[in-house]
């Protein structure tokens, strides 16, 4: 085993605080991407408030040479623009870290720390001195503490030229001013400070064959991939961006070059409830069709979710959740509806919900939840998070095979209609609980009539018992088909261990991480991370498999540990809850600690020996 | 309701229009309403205008919410895909299902209930885009299914069956769906034949949304004295304003009209409205003025009828998104995606 590396090179995080709509988020950007392109793993993390002007706002730049995506929980460099949350931001700097502050108005003697180094940069009057106008100063000052970043970490002045370049592309004036700026504080930094600091940055090749990008873009894009048509939906942070996105891209890529004309629809509904009506509508006749929202957005939908289950519609549904419950804290993120979006609305209700971990799993999951909506007709929802749906994430570059085409599912073409004898919309005759549908326009004779009251499975109202039950339980059937089409879990086996870690989505990040601060401290562990409900056949073998479960979520009602424990034969008694729900992403600090608490005053009750090495 | 079936098949003399269909055809299932329903006339009065009009029936495609009204949409045109969808969404429904193919004929039917109470947001925002359909309140003032409470188009001071009188305003779909900006109006009785199919013949081949508010009298919760919704009081206070023929674009124009008293408006597909004042007082083509003159009327008790809306709408909900004449469910898949190539410059950006 190699001694492990005590350099603190290309492995540290900055944390920077300011002040919302100063236009910060221009600066952090251009760190990250920069470090990004000098080879180095490199992770954003927003936390943002809800408001859009005035209240303080932090962003999280971790730079991991070991390519970790989870935040690390800790804060080596902090850069304190925001007078209002200077106490807080000072105390959060890890000993033997840097501060770095605003040095043109005096901060309060008290808060000084002795075990970390302050840098005070006036960085208001170098602003004041060198530009022109309030808001340009205030703009200019932010970019400037990028400069000042850049001369402590030693980054490379002619890759942030560049990156501005980029940026600017149409206004070459913007270049040079934020270039002025990013000079300032660089020369500054330098003259003052000693640059660079033992945290810094050296060229790597890690980035190669990847990209910086977040969920809800890639998930957007997979829309664009998977050929959806019709998007509908209400504005709701955080999934707000997936729409701006599928937008953007849309109005690039399928905008008509002669005509002008779009081949899409894009529609903002006057609620969620409209807006899963709109997709269902299209669904149904025939076109792909997608909504984006958060929780509150859900729980409007339950309605209609039931319908498109009893009425067999398909639908795509991207839930992008944030913390709970009710309005709850909109800018942050959670998994608080894992519970309800696996058995939304009235009377015997479940649908397919996908859990993508990382922007790289939105991309190709929203391809496949429509392939699974149409072949299944039904609601299929993807379970994103504000973590993964608003973050930058470094992800494998994202590849398309130019032979897919959609699964259209059961619709029956003019030709396959003429040659029956009688069309039945609930008929099953493959025995897979999937019956035929005909799209409307179609053919007179494959008329038929949807609807959510109970119906014969020839199609007809009723209220038979038998003819209700029959239906019903030819949905279960179906059911027991998705399980077989649903992505397989992702298993971690290597350890061998009777100890396991089961998870789902945006805690992927943080569990891996952690198993490899257990596995230094040689404590061994299994994974598994679950990516469907239903739960593919794999999940249930790997829960019997291992003595001892943790089921690591972020919620405070063991959501996932509750439908494990519905879905499958677990005994409750092997499964641990690590739960993290304040609306922070999780980290692995978190995850390790609470295997350990469990695991060690375990091995320390067995007899000398019987540990397991 | 009745439960013996028609038969099948259909008398050889029975009159064919231009595809060849008899009425028969462009009917539905059994009709499950009480005998005597309000709906049922209207019900009949779509399959004659369908007919009439020869729409193919496949391409009829037939919404409703929940609610006696929303039943109706399985009683006509059996050869359309109808969607019976929940209590005051058919909008939503019927929204995404035209954004899906714009070729296809939407026609959806609601009650007072659906559409004026629970579903009055989607009604109102369905209006705000011109979807392109056909929209009928099957409007009697009150509940049917849960037994006679009222609904938001009661009138002031009418009394339920049971005695109790309402006091809350009624909403007037016809008023708010003129002050939405909708570009075909009309209100209509449901045993006015005479009146109601050239509005459904025309209301079908409107470019945008079309609203056909019809008084459709429950005989069982709402046809006693005290109601404003009865058979008896819609036939004493109905007032015919505005007459409108349809005449499809086959037709000739035959003018038996006298000049000044009529008003030939064409319509997108080369058809053509004909309208004929009633009232002479009343112009269906100035909306500040129509909407003044059917409140003064109402005021009074009477119930103005006829189309006292209309004009050619410019911009339905397609026309404002640019979406190509083909529908988008049409759309080839090698349309839609950029591929590999079209994946690999989007990636640029992220790098």
């Known amino acids: 085993m190699t001694p492990a590396n005590t350099s603190r090179v290309n492995d540290f995080t ?34 943002f408030p809800s408001n859009i002007q005035g209240l303080p706002t932090w962003y999280e730049i971790r730079i991991t040479r070991d390519g970790h995506v989870a935040r690390s929980g800790q804060v080596d460099i902090m850069v304190a623009m925001n007078a209002e949350t200077y106490a807080r931001d000072v105390k959060e700097v890890a000993p033997g870290g840097y501060l770095v502050y605003d040095s043109t108005w005096p901060r309060p003697a008290l808060l000084k720390r002795e075990d970390i180094a302050v840098f005070g940069v006036p960085l208001a009057r170098l602003c004041n001195e060198n530009f022109n106008g309030v808001r340009t100063r205030i703009l200019m000052k932010n970019i400037c503490y990028a400069g000042v970043l850049a001369a402590l970490l030693d980054l490379d002045l002619a890759r942030i030229r560049e990156l501005l370049a980029e940026t600017y592309a149409k206004k070459p004036q913007l270049v040079d001013s934020n270039m002025k700026a990013i000079q300032l504080g660089y020369d500054y930094a330098r003259a003052t400070f000693p640059c660079p600091l033992p945290l810094r940055v050296e060229q790597m090749t890690r980035t190669a064959g990847h990209i910086m990008i977040d969920g809800n873009t890639a998930a957007a894009l997979g829309c664009v991939f998977a050929g959806a048509t019709v998007a509908a939906w209400y504005p709701i942070t955080p999934s707000t961006s997936l729409m701006d996105a599928f937008k953007m891209f849309a109005d690039r890529m399928r905008v008509d070059r002669d005509s002008g004309r779009r081949n899409f629809a894009f529609i903002q509904a006057e609620d969620e409830l409209a807006a899963i009506g709109m997709v269902i509508g299209a669904m149904w006749n025939g076109a792909r069709a997608f909504t984006a929202t958060s929780g509150p957005g859900i729980s409007l939908m339950n309605e209609f979710l039931g319908l498109a289950y009893y009425a067999e519609v398909p639908a795509v549904i991207f839930d992008i959740q944030r913390v709970g419950p009710s309005t709850g804290m909109p800018t942050r993120t959670q998994q608080g509806d894992l519970m309800e979006c696996a058995y939304a ?10 859990y993508p971990a990382n922007p790289e799993e939105c ?33 494998r570059d994202l590849k398309w095979d130019d032979n897919y085409r959609p699964d259209r599912g059961k619709v029956l073409g003019q030709d396959e209609i003429l040659k029956l004898e009688k069309f039945y919309r609930f008929v099953d005759k493959d025995g897979d609980g999937i019956t035929a549908r005909t799209l409307p326009g179609v053919h007179p004779k494959a008329a038929y009539f949807a609807r959510g009251s109970g119906h014969t499975q020839y199609g007809a109202y009723t209220e038979d018992p038998t003819d209700y039950q029959m239906v019903l339980d030819r949905l279960l059937e179906k059911w027991a088909t998705a399980k077989k089409l649903m992505p397989r879990a992702v298993i971690d086996a290597t350890a061998g261990a009777p100890v396991g870690l089961v998870s789902l989505g945006s805690c992927d990040g943080a569990i891996r991480e952690a198993m490899d601060v257990l596995k230094s401290r040689g404590v061994g562990v299994d994974y598994m991370r679950v990516r469907s409900f239903p739960f593919s056949e794999d999940v249930e073998r790997f829960l019997a498999a291992h003595e001892l479960l943790f089921v690591v979520e972020q919620n405070r009602d063991a959501q996932f540990r509750a439908l494990l424990t519905l879905e499958t034969a677990v005994e409750k008694s092997k499964l641990r809850s690590l739960l993290h729900y304040n609306g922070l992403p999780i980290s692995s600090a978190f995850i390790v600690e609470g295997v350990l608490a469990e695991l060690q005053p375990r091995q320390q009750l067995q007899p000398k020996g019987a540990v397991r090495g | 309701m009745t439960f013996i079936a028609k038969p099948k098949v259909a008398h050889p003399s029975l009159p064919k229009n231009a595809l060849g269909f008899t009425r028969r055809d462009y009917e539905g299932a059994l009709s499950t309403l009480c005998a005597g329903c309000g709906h049922d006339s209207i019900t009949a009065a779509i399959v004659e205008a369908s007919w009439a009009l020869a729409v193919e029936p496949q391409n009829m495609v037939k919404l409703s919410g929940i609610g006696c009204s929303s039943k109706t949409t399985a009683y006509f045109v059996s050869g359309g895909h109808g969607f019976n969808s929940v209590h005051g969404r058919m909008p939503s429904i019927a929204m995404g299902a035209n954004a899906a ?12 209930g659906d559409t004026l109470s629970i579903g009055l947001g989607q009604f109102c925002h369905a209006i705000r885009r011109n979807l392109n359909m056909l ?3 099957e409007n009697n003032g009150v509940y049917g299914l849960t037994k006679g409470q009222f609904s938001a188009s009661a009138d002031v001071g009418s009394t339920a069956k049971k005695g109790e009188t309402n006091f809350q305003p009624p909403i007037d779909p016809v008023l708010l769906a003129m002050t939405l900006g909708a570009s075909f109006v009309a209100r209509s009785f449901s045993g006015d034949k005479q009146q109601l199919v050239p509005l459904i013949q025309a209301g079908l081949r409107h470019q945008g949304f079309a609203l ?49 008293e009529t008003l030939p408006l064409l319509m997108h597909d080369g058809s053509r409205i004909v309208l004929r004042k009633l009232d002479t007082a009343y112009d269906p083509t100035n909306r500040t003025l129509a909407a003044a003159q059917i409140q003064e009327r109402m005021k009074a008790g ?28 049409s759309l080839p898949y090698e349309v839609l995606s950029p591929g590999a190539q079209g994946l690999e410059k989007v990636l640029a950006r992220y790098r």
């Not at chain 1, 251009?30 to 990004?36: G, H, V, Y």
């Not at chain 1, 609305?345 to 996908?354: F, I, P, Y």
């Not at chain 1, 999951?365 to 379970?383: G, I, K, N, Y």
């Not at chain 2, 026609?107 to 007072?112: A, E, K, N, T």
Request: proline share 4%.
């Open chain 1, 363 to 395: 991309f190709y999951m929203a391809v496949q939840a429509f392939d699974l909506a149409e072949r299944l007709q039904t609601p299929v929802l993807v379970l994103s998070d504000l973590d993964i749906g608003m973050n930058d994430w470094m992800c």
């Open chain 2, 212 to 260: 056909i508010d019809v008084l459709s009298p429950c005989v069982t919760f709402n046809d006693h004295e005290g109601s404003t919704k009865s058979y008896a009081y819609t036939r004493e206070h109905y007032e015919p304003a505005v007459h409108a023929d349809f005449v499809p674009l086959e037709r000739e124009i035959i003018a038996d009209y006298k000049e000044g």
């Open chain 2, 101 to 112: 193919n714009r070729a296809l004929q939407y026609i959806g039917v609601s009650g007072d």
């Open chain 2, 135 to 137: 929209y009928i309140i």
């Open chain 1, 14 to 47: 900055i944390k920077i605080a300011t002040v919302n709509g100063t236009g910060s988020a221009s600066a952090n950007t251009l760190l990250m991407k920069s470090i990004f392109r000098s080879g180095i793993p490199v992770m954003g993390k927003n936390y």
């Open chain 1, 345 to 354: 609305s009235h009377g015997d209700t479940r649908h397919v919900c996908l």
């Open chain 2, 302 to 329: 009477e119930y103005l009828t006829g189309l006292l809306y209309v004009e050619r709408s410019q911009n339905e909900f397609h026309q404002l998104n640019a979406t190509p004449d083909a529908p988008l469910n």
